[in-house]
């Protein structure tokens, strides 16, 4: 059974700084994940409003889940960015 659910992210980003927009999109993507093959999309960005020298933007991203397939739970942020280490057996 496939859980989807959708999440809304504001994101400040300052100008002269637009060129790490992707990288940053990445790692949020990355921090939504619960369990092993959560997959993460970005559904839409949407530029908002500017404050002087940031530009704002709302991001929702959407989280897939197959509750018959979770794989490994992470247990820590560093896990969500640079994956599991190598002798940790999967579950």
């Given at each position: ?38 997959l ?28 018959d ?23």
């Amino acid at each position: 059974m496939m859980e989807k659910y959708e999440v809304d992210v504001v994101l400040d980003v300052y100008s002269g700084h637009e060129d790490e927009l992707e990288d940053t999109i990445e790692e949020m993507k990355a921090y939504q994940k619960t369990y092993e093959h959560d997959l993460v999309s970005v559904l839409t960005m949407k530029h908002s409003n500017t404050f002087g020298d940031k530009k704002q933007y709302l991001i929702t991203l959407q989280v897939e889940r197959d509750l018959d397939n979770l794989g490994r739970i992470y247990e820590s942020e560093q896990e969500k960015l640079f994956g599991f280490d190598e002798d940790q057996e999967e579950d």
